[in-house]
Nanobody, 120 residues
Framework: QVQLVESGGGLVQPGGSLRLSCAASGSIFSINAMGWYRQAPGKQRELVAT??????TDYADSVKGRFTISRDNAKTVYLQMNSLKPEDTAVYYC???????????????WGKGTLVTVSS
């Protein structure tokens, strides 16, 4: 069984910063990639940033230069968010692509999300 625990969301003023974290645990043989997605009210979920096991990263154009995704060796992914704007307000979801300890095939798993609100 797999768990993703997201934290770090909250209320911040425009121009401020937040750091999100997502810790993976459970029956994980290896991690292929992890990423952050977000969904604002009335909009579809969209990719924010991803990072592969090799360290390659990808960002949405709207967050390039402001957000940074990273991983550590303890199956945790981080999203450093700087210069936050009101349009960054959304529920942020962590996504894990992994190979289970029982099946040699990739599996996607989503966290439950953490709310980020950027407002004065």
């Amino acid at each position: 069984q797999v768990q993703l625990v997201e934290s770090g969301g909250g209320l911040v003023q425009p121009g401020g910063s937040l750091r999100l974290s997502c810790a993976a645990s459970g029956s994980i043989f290896s991690i292929n990639a992890m990423g952050w997605y977000r969904q604002a009210p009335g909009k579809q979920r969209e990719l924010v940033a991803t990072i592969t096991s090799g360290g390659s990263t990808d960002y949405a154009d709207s967050v390039k230069g402001r957000f940074t995704i990273s991983r550590d060796n303890a199956k945790t992914v981080y999203l450093q968010m700087n210069s936050l704007k009101p349009e960054d307000t959304a529920v942020y979801y962590c996504k894990l692509e992994y190979t289970s300890t029982w099946f040699d095939a990739p599996v996607d798993y989503w966290g439950k999300g953490t709310l980020v609100t950027v407002s004065s």
